[in-house]
T-cell receptor, first 115, second 113 residues
Framework: EAGVAQSPRYKIIEKRQSVAFWCNPI?????LYWYQQILGQGPKLLIQ????????DSQLPKDRFSAERLKGVDSTLKIQPAKLEDSAVYLC?????????????FGPGTRLTVT | AQSVTQPDIHITVSEGASLELRCNYS??????LFWYVQSPGQGLQLLLK??????LVQGIKGFEAEFKRSQSSFNLRKPSVHWSDAAEYFC???????????FGKGTRLSVIA
């Protein structure tokens, strides 16, 4: 089966610009996560979706970050306006309760550099 | 709140030597525990997981980990390291199988000849 797809793989923007990332989860996976991984740290959750509803967005900086998952499949994460501290790798992951494996499958990530 | 501590930021081992990466977690109930590996420019790949049953779990690539409730630990081991094992290793904890993971800061493994 195809894995989690993300695009773009790399993005360089100037501060105060906007940027959007796209994620296509594994087919049939109802749960989708966005994590932020700053250099030298482990991934940190930004938002969790169950189908097209938000389950947890407590750590999402809502003044500048937004995310949506239309039709419960693909998802986009947007930053507007970007700050220098947003430089990080943004990882998308998906999972399914039905598989019973309790595994989150991660995409390759989008590396964002804000200058 | 859940938390994960990986005390070793960087470990260097010789090829063929044994390896142990440490992980301590903080969680009130029995957690779901995971070890992931991340190669440069790649996403995270699951090595193994524990959520119940036998406390010694086997994973891919010859890795194993042991859950010790009394020590709140879930250390990763491999009897003989290969050069291709050089990567970043992350321990993670989840409340259930379908909740966000809390990751440690990672341990970078270098393998020398």
């Amino acid at each position: 089966e195809a894995g989690v797809a993300q695009s773009p793989r790399y993005k360089i923007i100037e501060k105060r610009q906007s940027v959007a990332f796209w994620c296509n989860p594994i087919s049939g996976h109802a749960t989708l996560y966005w994590y932020q991984q700053i250099l030298g740290q482990g991934p940190k959750l930004l938002i969790q979706f169950q189908n097209n509803g938000v389950v947890d967005d407590s750590q999402l900086p809502k003044d500048r970050f937004s995310a949506e998952r239309l039709k419960g499949v693909d998802s986009t994460l947007k930053i507007q306006p970007a700050k220098l501290e947003d430089s990080a790798v943004y990882l998308c992951a998906s999972s399914s309760i039905r598989t019973g494996t309790y595994e989150q499958y991660f995409g390759p990530g989008t590396r964002l550099t804000v200058t | 709140a859940q938390s994960v501590t990986q005390p070793d930021i960087h470990i260097t081992v010789s090829e063929g030597a044994s390896l142990e990466l440490r992980c301590n977690y903080s969680y009130g109930a029995t957690p779901y525990l995971f070890w992931y590996v991340q190669s440069p420019g790649q996403g995270l790949q699951l090595l193994l997981k524990y959520f119940s049953g036998d406390t010694l779990v086997q994973g891919i690539k010859g890795f194993e980990a042991e859950f010790k409730r009394s020590q709140s630990s879930f250390n990763l081991r491999k009897p003989s390291v290969h050069w291709s094992d050089a990567a970043e290793y992350f321990c993670a904890v989840g409340a259930t199988g379908n909740t966000p993971l809390v990751f440690g800061k990672g341990t970078r493994l270098s393998v020398i000849a």
